[in-house]
């Protein structure tokens, strides 16, 4: 079994409730892939893709109703609902336990539990943190060993350290929505999620860990666990900046890290180096600045939309070894998506399993994807041609800038920036987006989602605030924090600005922010680029349309205004005062304004 004393017991107590056949330790292996990877090709879990035009690459369908994270069914489960805050649904551990242990109880039966050690981060690094999940699914086994470091030397390390870890129990059960259930224990650094098959309800290094158990870690011993990309952008001298940035669940995270510089500014010479895009883990380092590491070992990114030219880097990781799920299966083995390169597939098989042809219509008159819209893509990050060199370094990147952005179509200029930290904490909490199909619910509804973090806090929103407004205290001197928006829309509903490569123009002024190289109008809202000031080289743009992007509008802000005020209102006494103050101070701004 383990030397490793805690983690034997635990195994043992979770094998006696589940009942296993087998019990399988993995150990990331080639021919421990070769093996699972046959396994699942033969009860059909899996299915393999054509092997010369994608080799190592694999299919998965989840059930029909299992495709995107359930918010409604996700649960903190803290001794005292008053440590869940308002945002987050709460179960005392006590039911949360007996419900879930009810629901597991002897579900692996003729089934096959394997033990998944993994760290986030580096091993070794003082940032990462070491779980081990067990799961009855071969496709949760093969996705941790992309997205985490699943290797020997986990096991290896946890059992010399005798150290602590992250339970994390998972159990497929009947997929039953009504029975799904995904819990952390954040006082027992445990989460159990059973009745799931999907990506971030069953990753469970992912979201789980790395984000609501670990912001409660964060919060107890000085760091933060963020929502967040990270990415360099190297400057003709060779200097690189690195910002870190944090937008709701497909609001363009992954496009961003990796984004390709625009015709018009390429003679520029920038290159743009991907960290991470989706999860930031920062520290503050002995010279008083913030450095971030990303936890994961590779991407979980939305495949509809991505083509060779909204995202070349990202098709270009998507040729070996990579498992596509709840795509479009075409004849010839291979896959696609909505949105995705040409020519659209005459015929398929779409994520439901059902034949596909282009242009048909479902009962209620609607169009019937091949790709469901959170389909998703898991890729090694080494796939990445930009792939950052300091991936493995225990101390991560420094930080520059933070920046801050959602789906508005209107209210939020294409970009601004706080007047300080505060004022920025102030920012991304009052951060407002669409809601998107990474999330069940109504779609394009506005929700606010303060930091992106409203489904991934692991605790109370309101200590979560006030855990920001410390540590920036602490930082000498801490990043700017800027606001973007590449989703405002014109009065025919289209987007205004380009957006992707071209976002690279707006990185130009924050990084130019950063070293104090550009003015900036100050309005009620924040410092806003003079028009001039964004380069618009090479960009087909009529110049009115800057004029509208960076509009604003003194009656939508006062409408926004009401918006934060209820929002606010959920924290009641909580509300940390510089965000009651700084709410203050922007009326009078606008009120003056
Ligand atoms: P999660 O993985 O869910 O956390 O999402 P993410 O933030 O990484 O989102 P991602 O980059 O995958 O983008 C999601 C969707 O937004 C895709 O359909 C993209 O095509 C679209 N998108 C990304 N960047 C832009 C942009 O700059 N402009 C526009 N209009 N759409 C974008
Ligand atoms: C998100 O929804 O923010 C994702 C996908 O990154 S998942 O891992 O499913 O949470
Ligand atoms: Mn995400």
Known sequence: MTKHKKLAKWIKECVTLCQPDKVVWCDSSEAERKRLGKEAYHTGEMLKLDQKKLPGCSYHRTAINDVARTEKLTFICSQNKKDAGPTNNWMDPKTAYKKAYDIIRG????????????????????????????????????????????????????????????????????????????????????????????????????????LRIASVLGRDEGWMAEHMLIMGIEDPSGYIAYVAAAFPSACGKTNLAMLVPPQGLKKKGYRIWTVGDDIAWMKIDSDGKLWAINPENGLFGVAPGTNSKTNPNMMASLNKDVIFTNVLLKQDKTVWWEEGDPPIPQKGTDWKGNPWKPGQHDENGKIINGAHPNARVTVPIQNVPTITNRLEHHHGVPISAI???GRRASVAPLVYESLTWEHGVFVGSTMASERTAAQFGKQGEVRRDPMAMLPFCGYNMSDYFKHWIKLGKKMTPPPRIFNVNWFRKDEDGNFLWPGFGENLRVLEWIMRRCRGQVDARKTTIGYVPHDYDIDLTGLKFQPDKLKQLFSISKKDWEVEIEGIKNFYAKFGKELPKELGHELKELEKRLGKG
Request: charged share 20%.
């Open 107 to 210: 579900s692996m039966k003729g089934r096959t539990m394997y033990v998944v050690p993994f760290s986030m981060g580096p091993v070794g690094s003082p940032f990462s943190k070491i779980g081990v999940e067990l799961t009855d699914s071969i496709y949760v086994v093969l996705n941790m060993r992309i997205m985490t470091r699943m290797e020997k030397a986990v096991l290896d390390h946890l059992e010399k350290t005798q150290g602590e870890f992250t339970k994390c129990l998972h159990g497929k059960v009947d997929i039953d929505i009504n029975n799904r259930l995904i819990l952390h224990f954040p006082e027992d650094n445990t989460i159990i999620s059973v009745n799931s098959g999907y990506g971030g309800n069953v990753l469970l290094g992912k979201k789980c860990l790395a």
């Open 403 to 405: 920046i801050f952005g």
